[in-house]
Every structure is written in structure tokens, then in C-alpha cells.
Nanobody, 123 residues
Framework: QVQLVESGGGLVQAGGSLRLSCTASSRSIFHIFDMGWYRQAPGKQRELVAAVTSGGNPNYVDSVKGRFTISRDNAKNTVYLQMNSLKPEDTAVYFC????????????????WGQGTQVTVSS
């Protein structure tokens, strides 16, 4: 019922910056609760990078604190991840996610995932 579309990934040198965007859309009315960003590197578990509540309260994994900033624009149904001072260990596929209640034929509340966007940081 809801689609999350990501953009902003790419290749950057260590120390550079990228901004990821993820926008939710649906043919039905929907309400977004928490939103976040996960990442998964080859051979590693998927980990939560950052999350932000509907009230705007952010949380970060320790490895990105002070470098990454998560924010949201509720009017645009969009969550952002500003990534500064990137390191090679940040290289991964980044997935946005959102807990969303949609009002269609039935009312459904579930977690939705974006398709993933590749972030590669060279040394």
C-alpha cells in the first residue's frame, strides 16, 4: 500500500559527504510513525544507523554519532540522512524504513522498506 523511494547514494572519497533521501507515497491516505535508515555491508548483519520518531527525536548508532544527521519533512513524507566525514567503513547498501498506517480497503500498520541505495567510500 505504501512505497518508499530512495535517492542520493554514490561514490565519494573519505571525508566527503552525501545526503540520502527517502520519500513515501501511496494511493491511500497514510500516517507515518517512526522513520529510519539501516545499512548492510557484504558479509555483515544489517544494522540500524539512525531513526527519528514522529515527534522528531533522533537516535544514532555509536559509530556515526557526530557525523550523520537524520531529519524528516512531514509535509513531504520524506526522511533524510546527511552523512558527513564519511569513512570507508561506511560503505554499504543503505535502506530507509518507516512504520506506516495506511487507510485503504482495510487499515494496515506495518514496516515498509526502500529498495536500497549503494554508498561507497574510497580511501
Amino acid at each position: 500500500q505504501v512505497q518508499l523511494v530512495e535517492s542520493g547514494g554514490g561514490l565519494v572519497q573519505a571525508g566527503g559527504s552525501l545526503r540520502l533521501s527517502c520519500t513515501a507515497s501511496s494511493r491511500s491516505i497514510f500516517h507515518i510513525f517512526d522513520m529510519g535508515w539501516y545499512r548492510q555491508a557484504p558479509g555483515k548483519q544489517r544494522e540500524l544507523v539512525a531513526a527519528v520518531t514522529s515527534g522528531g527525536n533522533p537516535n544514532y548508532v555509536d559509530s556515526v554519532k557526530g557525523r550523520f544527521t537524520i531529519s524528516r519533512d512531514n509535509a513531504k513524507n520524506t526522511v533524510y540522512l546527511q552523512m558527513n566525514s564519511l569513512k570507508p567503513e561506511d560503505t554499504a547498501v543503505y535502506f530507509c524504513n518507516a512504520d506506516i498506517r495506511s487507510y485503504g480497503v482495510s487499515i494496515v500498520t506495518r514496516r515498509y522498506w526502500g529498495q536500497g541505495t549503494q554508498v561507497t567510500v574510497s580511501s
